[in-house]
């Protein structure tokens, strides 16, 4: 345990030595290893260059060395020194003084010939001295030889001659050789100066093929210098040689010049041509030195005639040894080996084959370790490289896989050391950046909850009211459903209908509607509170929902409650609004059990709630759902009738009691259903009305009616005039009055051609409606105001429409015969439109008792039954002539005295009205 605690510091000093950057970066640390694997090729090369040089040179230099034995044996130390060697010889025939001074001249010659030194020069010169002394002393005992001296003397003097001509031939030998020679060492100091590596030379093809030649020429020379019998062929072997080297010379000669130079081309042609001429000296030189050999030998043999013959007798028989010698004097004058001195000769005699062997050997070992050395720099190189980055790579591997703490050790080469501090910090600045983006993506969560709630809000509650909408009402209904279900309560389902709403929206403007809707919403919430809850469904419609009810009854009250929510004005801006509401209910389990069922019970109910009149609670019955289907598949109906066109007009005249002529006709509705039967207005016009179709519609009606007018106007009746029936519903379209100005210009009639009939409930479309009314009538349309006189009309809108037409209501006229009071009020509106010069119809003129109480007025118009049905456009023309006998008819139809009064008051009408005469 102590000595663990002793190491561990000596550990953390070694470990943080190692994490400090190495001071050698990857550039130093790959120069060191390129450098040192440079300087080990580098030398391996020269060690194995050299040792191939060695092996070349002597594989080379062999082929001399092989000559080298006959050279030394035939070649003695000195024959002088040593004296001759014995030779049979005719010595045993001749005194022995002149056979041995011929014998040793014969030797000195032949030595000489083979080398030039001063002491074969003495020692042929004393020979001949020798010879020349036992040939006088033979002649002095012998007069029979006298030819003696002159035969040895013509015997050295062919030795002389043979040993002159062998000088010069060596002589020629040897410059051959040095040219040679100049050659080869050129060649090799180019080959030289090029690189190698082991032993490999890196140079021209040329230069080698040059050299090689050059090789085969010197080995040519090694046989010009020894063979005695094939000279001829050497000869001829060096010829073909130097012609191969010259052939590659020239065809080189250009790319050598460029990298030799051409001094170096130059000089070698200079020496290539020496070594032919040198060559050619040699051939000339052998052809005479056959001359001077066979010239010596002759000389030879007659001098060994001369002897022969000077001691007669006893010389017969051993003649024949003489005259066959053991060799040849041309086999015996080969001429020796010249001495070629050159230095590869000396470098060859120190490499034998075992020095061969053990350069090989070293030059393999040196190889190996060279090898080992330099494959232990690259894979110290290489690691020092790849451990770190490999490191490294499996930590960024473990990064993108998420591990953002890992770390890389530090040291190793100054870059990667750099790269892994780099790295280190990379890692940390995204563990930092991570726990950011965490950080920021819980703040975002939260954010996303927060606005997910207020989403949730928006889409279950209303904005205006703060209420919930349509679709949260729908899941707190089904849920409270449920539980009464469960419970056996009951439930109940209120309809709020805000009365009128509309009018107020349009007259006091939206912004005033919304603070209005406001308060209602508060209010009506404050009431449910006590039993349950409350939603807006759109516009003036709430819902509120009795939960957990314990009766019919209560539920019934709770709805009381909500209406009284009413009774009390609302004070907006300071303005205090009095608002009514109409409020329909249903009850789960009585009318229905889903939410839908008993929301569209409780609008039946408020359907009948309105209809009782305003501020009324209306529970559901199954003969208000009865209505409501019918409604229902009116609608359906309508929206099919105007599809395919399955309105028409009928016209009902109007005629004037001043002309008893026709002089209008109002425009009524007609639905042709699919069965044939024409539809009064009265069992779809509400529904119209209530479905918003009604615009569609009266478009329809004011285009027909006018082209029909137009059709009338621009042809049988050019006074026609057409009234027009309009509903509240379409002056609320504020391009209305456009529209029927347009189709007045579009069908080409004058504005008095038509006349529209409102009802007084235009009153309570606001003040917009009046304007563009306004606008109509100042553009010559006259306005009619229908059904005057029936319910509550007011004096008012006599006075704020701009009105040219009241048409009383049928309602009035029709007991306007028995009814004393309804006779009164006739004639007080009569009169009171008059003094206000609007024109006046009765409608509904059913029974001639009507006609005659109306028949007392001057200047108004009727309409009715009496008179005509309203009836398709077809027939109008042909009724319109009718009219005027029908109209006198009926006037002649009344008692008498009244009657006369009136037919003359017409005809005295008509003789003033131009125009309407013949009706
Ligand atoms: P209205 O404007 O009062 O039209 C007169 C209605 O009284 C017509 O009924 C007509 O046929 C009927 N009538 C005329 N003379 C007599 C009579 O002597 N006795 C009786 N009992 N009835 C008579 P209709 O055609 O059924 O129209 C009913 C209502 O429908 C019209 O009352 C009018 O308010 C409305 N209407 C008709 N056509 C149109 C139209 O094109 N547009 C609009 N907005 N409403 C129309
Ligand atoms: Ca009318
Ligand atoms: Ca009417």
Redesign the pocket.
């Known amino acids: 345990m102590r000595g663990v605690a002793n190491i561990r510091p000596l550990l953390k000093v070694i470990r943080s030595r190692l994490s400090r950057p190495f001071p050698v970066g990857i550039t130093g640390r790959l120069m060191f290893s390129f450098v040192a694997v440079a300087v080990l090729a580098a030398a391996a090369n020269l060690i194995v260059e050299h040792g191939v040089e060695v092996i070349r040179t002597s594989h080379l230099d062999r082929g001399l060395i092989s000559l080298r034995p006959v050279l030394v044996e035939r070649a003695p130390a000195h024959p002088a020194v040593e004296g001759p060697a014995p030779l049979a010889s005719p010595a045993a025939y001749y005194p022995d003084s002149l056979t041995a001074a011929f014998e040793r001249y014969q030797r000195a010659v032949e030595v000489r010939a083979s080398i030039d030194s001063t002491a074969a020069a003495a020692e042929t010169l004393a020979a001949a001295k020798t010879l020349d002394a036992a040939a006088q002393s033979l002649n002095a005992v012998s007069t029979r030889h006298p030819p003696l001296v002159q035969t040895t003397k013509a015997y050295e003097a062919a030795g002389s001659a043979y040993v002159r001509i062998a000088d010069a031939r060596r002589s020629a030998l040897g410059s051959y050789v040095a040219s040679a020679d100049s050659i080869d060492k050129r060649l090799m100091t180019s080959l030289d100066g090029a690189w190698k590596i082991f032993g490999r030379i890196l140079a021209r093809q040329s230069l080698m093929q040059l050299r090689s030649e050059m090789d085969e020429v010197r080995r040519n020379l090694i046989r010009l210098t020894t063979s005695g019998g094939d000279r001829t062929a050497a000869v001829d072997a060096a010829a073909a040689n130097e012609a191969a080297f010259a052939a590659t010379f020239n065809a080189h000669a250009a790319a050598l010049a460029r990298s030799e130079g051409n001094v170096w081309v130059r000089q070698m042609r200079e020496d290539f041509a020496k070594l032919v001429e040198q060559r050619q000296a040699i051939v000339a030189l052998d052809r005479e030195s056959l001359e001077t050999e066979s010239k010596f030998e002759n000389a030879r043999n007659r001098l060994v005639e001369t002897i022969t013959r000077a001691q007669a007798p006893s010389v017969a028989v051993s003649k024949a040894p003489l005259q066959a010698p053991r060799e040849t004097p041309a086999e015996r004058f080969v001429p020796a080996p010249t001495p070629i001195a050159s230095p590869v000769v000396d470098t060859i005699t120190t490499t034998t084959a075992a020095a061969d062997g053990r350069e090989r050997r070293t030059v393999a070992w040196i190889t190996a370790v060279v090898l080992g050395v330099l494959l232990a720099i690259s894979v110290s190189t290489v690691r020092s490289i790849v451990v770190p980055v490999s490191r490294m790579l499996g930590a960024a591997e473990k990064i993108a896989g998420g591990d953002v703490d890992i770390r890389v050790p530090g040291g190793g080469l100054k870059e990667l050391h750099t790269l892994g501090a780099g790295f280190n910090r990379m890692a940390a600045q995204l563990a930092a950046a991570r726990q950011m983006t965490r950080d920021y993506q819980q703040r975002l969560e939260e954010k996303v909850e927060q606005r997910t709630r207020q989403l949730q809000h928006l889409a279950e509650h209303d904005p205006l009211t703060h209420l919930p909408n349509r679709r949260q009402l729908f899941v707190l209904l089904d849920h409270a459903l449920q539980r009464a279900a469960q419970n056996r309560r009951h439930v109940g389902v209120f309809f709020v209908d805000i009365d009128n709403f509309k009018n107020l929206n349009d007259s006091m403007g939206h912004a005033f509607g919304d603070r209005v809707l406001a308060g209602i919403a508060q209010r009506l919430e404050e009431t449910a509170q006590s039993f349950g809850f409350v939603g807006r469904l759109g516009g003036d419609e709430f819902t509120a929902v009795y939960e957990d009810a314990p009766s019919a009854d209560a539920a019934l009250d709770a709805g009381r409650r909500l209406v009284e929510v009413f009774e009390r004005p609302f004070v907006i801006n300071e303005r205090e609004v009095v608002v009514r509401a109409s409020v329909g209910a249903s009850l789960f389990p009585n009318h229905g059990n889903r939410a839908e069922d008993l929301l569209s019970a409780a609008d039946a109910a408020l359907f009948q709630a309105k209809a009782l009149g305003r501020s009324q609670v209306a529970i559901f019955t199954p003969e208000l759902l009865a209505t409501a289907t019918r409604k229902f598949t009116i609608e359906q109906g309508l929206r099919r009738a105007i599809e395919q066109g399955e309105f028409e007009?009928?016209f009902?005249p109007e005629v004037s009691l001043d002309s008893l002529e026709m002089v209008l006709v109002?425009?009524?509705?007609?639905w042709r259903l699919p069965d044939g039967r024409q539809a009064?207005?009265?069992e779809f016009?509400a529904v119209t009305e209530e479905s918003g179709l009604?615009i569609e519609?009266?478009n329809w009606?004011l285009r027909k009616?006018i082209e029909t007018a137009a059709g009338w106007h621009h042809g049988e009746w050019p006074e026609a005039r057409v009234a027009?029936?309009?509903?509240p519903r379409?002056l609320l379209d504020r391009r209305f009055s456009e529209y029927v100005l347009d189709l007045l210009r579009e069908f080409r009639i004058p504005a008095r051609c038509i006349e529209l009939?409102l009802?007084e409930s235009v009153l309570q479309n606001g003040p917009a409606t009046i304007e563009s009314l306004r606008y109509l009538h100042s553009n010559d349309i006259s306005i009619a105001l229908?059904?005057f006189g029936s319910g509550y009309s007011s004096l008012a809108s006599l006075e704020n429409l701009p009105l040219s037409r009241i048409?009383l209501?049928?309602s009035l006229i029709a007991s306007i015969d028995s009814n004393p009071r309804s006779a009164a009020i006739a004639a007080a509106l009569i009169g009171l439109c008059k003094s206000l010069g609007l024109g006046i119809t009765a409608?509904?003129?059913?029974r001639p008792e009507q006609f005659e109480v109306l028949a007392d007025y001057r200047s108004i118009h009727l309409?009715?039954?009496?008179i005509s049905?309203?009836i398709a456009r077809e027939q109008i023309i042909s009724v319109k002539r009718l009219i005027p006998g029908v109209m006198q008819d009926l006037l002649l139809s009344i008692p008498a005295a009244r009657a006369n009064s009136k037919l003359e008051d017409v005809e005295a009408v008509r003789s003033v009205a131009p125009g309407s005469g013949n009706g």
């Open positions: 007009l009928v009902q109002e425009s009524l509705l007609r009064p207005p009265a016009l009604i519609v009266g009606v009616a027009i029936n309009v509903s379409q009939e009802t229908d059904d048409k209501d049928r409608e509904g003129v059913e309409q009715g039954y009496l049905r309203p």
